[in-house]
């Protein structure tokens, strides 16, 4: 049985936004060229989003909370048409006073995408009100770093080697392998004599077949690996392949909308679930589904969108929150030549450290948006 979703009563477990009295909504249509990924579903060069700032006044408190949504082309249903118009059908109706309750407008947004970008900047904006970090509004013990994958995209044999012992060199101590041709198993084999110790996860992006995945999946038993996601793109076959396999199967692509990972959870058709939660919908949701997981015994790993770097803080804020910081997310993912604002890389020896600063931690202001599109 498939578990719905519920209207979000809470911007996350224990939060209400009662308090939370908006005045202002801000958008900007974020664009950034990256630096390329080979994946087996193409080569993406650019993402486009949109970034959210809200002003609110929060138990006398005014304060300024930030989001961003974007969303993945090929990934679920939002458009960026789609988002920007939910998102500024919010904008007015807040500019026009008729309606300023956060949880009518959160429960009003369609768009998952959208979902978790307002809800971000409302919790930012929150927690710079209460002067702690957004993590700690969700749990006071929440972990101050969280440990992150490198990733290695489809590239020659001699060329992923190379990248996988710079991984190792940097820090990182996971490394996850792009997949999806003929040479899968050699790449991930010569990297396991390389690098013994480094744990090794696959990701073949759904671009495997039946009979291959059978095949890769038994000949890279004896390396060890992590887990491979998302072997194949029929979700419906996922639960099979997974009584089948001797190698941990994951999900990823077939998390999405959230009401296929929940189908995912009551089939018990895979091992871990891989969650892009800027994808997902609100906080609440994600937190929701993630505790469905772990009480159904399945392992839990985030990564993001590819998103900038407001969407990736929120990401990573509510990993420290949902998982703690052991975890290896998928979060060492700063691949834009230009990202908003400041560079936030904080990585150091494969952990991601988030900073004591009130909020998501960000220093960002218009000034930051100048030069993208209002």
Same mark, same amino acid.
């Given at each position: 049985?498939?578990?719905?979703?519920? /209207?979000?009563?809470?911007? $996350?477990?224990?939060?209400?936004?009662?308090? @939370?009295? &908006?005045?202002?909504?801000?958008?900007?249509?974020?664009?950034?060229?990256?630096? /390329?990924?080979?994946?087996?579903?193409?080569?993406?060069? %650019?993402? !486009?989003?949109?970034?959210?700032?809200?002003?609110?006044? =929060?138990?006398?408190f005014s304060v300024t909370g930030?989001?961003?949504?974007? /969303?993945? /082309?090929?990934?679920?249903?939002?458009?960026?048409?789609?988002?920007?118009?939910?998102?500024?059908?919010?904008?007015?109706?807040?500019?026009?006073?008729?309606?300023?309750?956060?949880?009518?407008?959160?429960?009003?947004?369609?768009?998952?995408?959208?979902?978790?970008?307002?809800?971000?900047?409302?919790?930012?904006?929150?927690?710079?009100?209460?002067?702690?970090?957004?993590?700690?509004?969700?749990?006071?013990?929440?972990?101050?770093?969280?440990?992150?994958?490198?990733?290695?995209? &489809? %590239?020659?044999?001699?060329?992923?080697?190379?990248?996988?012992?710079?991984?190792?060199?940097?820090?990182?101590?996971?490394?996850?392998?792009?997949?999806?041709?003929?040479e899968d198993v050699e790449r991930?084999?010569?990297?396991?004599?390389?690098?013994?110790?480094?744990?090794?996860?696959?990701?073949?992006?759904?671009?495997?077949?039946?009979?291959?995945?059978?095949?890769?999946?038994?000949?890279?038993?004896?390396? #060890?690996?992590?887990? =491979?996601?998302?072997?194949?793109?029929?979700?419906?076959?996922? #639960? !099979? &392949?997974?009584?089948?396999?001797?190698?941990?199967?994951?999900?990823?692509?077939?998390?999405?909308?959230? $009401?296929?990972?929940?189908?995912?959870?009551?089939?018990?058709?895979?091992?871990?679930?891989?969650?892009?939660?800027?994808?997902?919908?609100?906080?609440?949701?994600?937190?929701?589904?993630?505790?469905?997981?772990?009480?159904?015994?399945?392992?839990? @790993?985030?990564?993001?969108?590819?998103?900038?770097?407001? #969407?990736?803080?929120?990401?990573?804020?509510?990993?420290?929150?949902?998982? #703690?910081?052991?975890?290896?997310?998928?979060?060492?993912?700063?691949?834009?030549?230009?990202?908003?604002?400041?560079?936030?890389?904080?990585?150091? !020896?494969?952990?991601?450290?988030?900073?004591?600063?009130?909020?998501?931690?960000?220093?960002?202001? $218009?000034?930051?948006?100048?030069?993208?599109?209002?």
């Amino acid at each position: 049985m498939v578990t719905m979703i519920e /209207p979000s009563v809470h911007l $996350a477990p224990g939060l209400s936004a009662s308090d @939370v009295e &908006l005045f202002e909504i801000d958008l900007w249509r974020f664009r950034g060229t990256l630096r /390329p990924l080979a994946t087996a579903r193409g080569v993406l060069s %650019e993402r !486009e989003s949109i970034i959210v700032r809200v002003h609110a006044d =929060v138990a006398g408190f005014s304060v300024t909370g930030w989001g961003e949504a974007a /969303p993945l /082309p090929g990934w679920g249903t939002d458009t960026l048409s789609r988002v920007r118009f939910e998102l500024s059908r919010v904008r007015d109706m807040v500019f026009a006073g008729a309606q300023a309750d956060p949880i009518t407008l959160l429960d009003g947004l369609e768009c998952p995408t959208a979902r978790f970008a307002f809800t971000s900047a409302l919790l930012d904006a929150i927690a710079h009100a209460r002067r702690k970090p957004l993590r700690h509004l969700i749990d006071p013990g929440a972990a101050h770093s969280i440990s992150v994958n490198a990733t290695v995209g &489809l %590239e020659s044999i001699p060329r992923t080697i190379e990248l996988a012992r710079q991984a190792w060199t940097a820090g990182f101590r996971t490394l996850k392998l792009k997949a999806g041709n003929q040479e899968d198993v050699e790449r991930a084999s010569q990297v396991r004599k390389a690098l013994p110790d480094m744990t090794l996860r696959l990701d073949a992006n759904g671009s495997w077949n039946w009979e291959d995945a059978l095949r890769h999946l038994e000949a890279l038993e004896p390396l #060890g690996i992590d887990y =491979v996601e998302q072997p194949v793109s029929d979700s419906a076959t996922l #639960g !099979e &392949l997974r009584a089948r396999s001797p190698v941990a199967i994951a999900a990823d692509e077939s998390c999405l909308p959230i $009401a296929a990972a929940y189908r995912l959870i009551d089939e018990q058709a895979v091992d871990v679930l891989v969650l892009k939660p800027a994808l997902l919908g609100a906080w609440a949701d994600i937190t929701k589904l993630v505790a469905t997981a772990h009480d159904a015994g399945l392992r839990v @790993v985030f990564t993001s969108a590819i998103e900038s770097t407001v #969407g990736r803080t929120a990401t990573a804020q509510i990993a420290a929150a949902l998982l #703690g910081g052991d975890i290896a997310c998928g979060l060492a993912t700063d691949w834009f030549e230009r990202d908003v604002g400041a560079p936030q890389r904080r990585i150091r !020896e494969g952990r991601l450290y988030l900073g004591s600063g009130n909020g998501l931690g960000l220093q960002l202001g $218009a000034d930051h948006m100048k030069e993208f599109d209002p």
